[in-house]
C-alpha cells in the first residue's frame, strides 16, 4: 500500500528537549516536505527536500532541521523545542514535476510545555 | 495579499443542497491547481485535479479562470459525508505547492 508514515503521532514533552519525528514513504518520491498547521494559519511549509541530500527552507524555517540521507527517509528535528512550535505537523511526498498527487502521513499532534 | 485566499466559512448547508466554494490565487504563471479535503485533525487527501477546460468527478466540479485568477469547486446534492474542509492547492515557484487556509463545510441532516 503506498502511504506515508510518520512517528510519533503524539508527543508532549518539555521545552528544550531535543526531539526527531520521524517520515518514511514507500513510493520512491523525489520530493519530500514538512508542513506545520495552526488554527488560522493554514498549512505552512517549514522544509523540503527534491531529493537525497539536497534539502531547503519553506517559510517557517526557523528552530527546525532536516536531513535527507535516504531517498525514503525525511526526519524532522527540533533542537530545542519552544512552546510555540505546539502544532500539528505533517510529512507529505511526491514525485517531481507540478501535476503529482501530494501524499500527507497521518500527522503528528507536538505539544511543548 | 495572501498567495492563495479562501474564505473560511463555515459553510452550513442542508443536505441535498449546491454549495460553491471560490479560491483566488496571485501568481499568474502558476500552471496547478487542486483541490484538497481535509477531515478534523486528518491528512488532507487530494480531491480533484483542476483543469483549464473544468473538470467533473461525479458530484464535484471544479473550474479554473486564468483571467480572474481564481477557482472554483461546486458540489451538488451535498451529503453528511461532504462535511469536511477544502483546501485549495496552486504552485509556486519551485514546484513548491501553496495551500489556502480552507474552507469549512458543514452538511446538516
Known amino acids: 500500500e503506498a502511504q506515508v508514515t510518520q512517528n510519533p503521532r503524539y508527543l508532549i514533552t518539555v521545552t528544550g528537549k531535543k526531539l526527531t519525528v520521524t517520515c518514511s514513504q514507500n513510493?520512491?518520491?523525489?520530493?519530500m516536505s514538512w508542513y506545520r498547521q495552526d488554527p488560522g494559519l493554514g498549512l505552512r511549509q517549514i522544509y523540503y527536500?527534491?531529493?537525497?541530500?539536497?534539502?531547503d527552507k519553506g517559510d517557517v524555517p526557523e528552530g527546525y532541521k532536516v536531513s535527507r540521507k535516504e531517498k525514503r527517509n525525511f526526519p524532522l528535528i527540533l533542537e530545542s523545542p519552544s512552546p510555540n512550535q505546539t502544532s500539528l505537523y505533517f510529512c507529505?511526498?511526491?514525485?517531481?514535476?507540478?501535476?503529482?498527487?501530494?501524499?500527507f502521513g497521518p500527522g503528528t499532534r507536538l505539544t511543548v510545555t | 495579499r495572501k498567495e492563495v485566499e479562501q474564505d473560511p466559512g463555515p459553510f452550513n448547508v442542508p443536505e441535498g443542497a449546491t454549495v460553491a466554494f471560490n479560491c483566488t490565487y496571485s501568481?499568474?504563471?502558476?500552471?496547478?491547481f487542486f483541490w484538497y479535503r481535509q477531515d478534523c485533525r486528518k491528512e488532507p487527501k487530494l480531491l480533484m485535479s483542476?483543469?483549464?477546460s473544468g473538470n467533473e468527478d461525479g458530484r464535484f466540479t471544479a473550474q479554473l479562470n486564468r483571467a480572474s485568477q481564481y477557482i472554483s469547486l461546486l458540489i451538488r446534492d451535498s451529503k453528511l459525508s461532504d462535511s469536511a474542509t477544502y483546501l485549495c492547492?496552486?504552485?509556486?515557484?519551485?514546484?513548491?505547492?501553496?495551500f489556502g487556509q480552507g474552507t469549512t463545510l458543514q452538511v446538516k441532516p
Open positions: 507529505a511526498s511526491r514525485n517531481l514535476g507540478m501535476t503529482g498527487e501530494q501524499y
Open positions: 513510493m520512491n518520491h523525489e520530493y
Open positions: 527536500s527534491m531529493n537525497v541530500e539536497v534539502t
Open positions: 501568481n499568474s504563471a502558476s500552471q496547478s
Open positions: 483542476v483543469y483549464s
Open positions: 492547492v496552486v504552485n509556486g515557484d519551485t514546484g513548491k505547492l501553496i
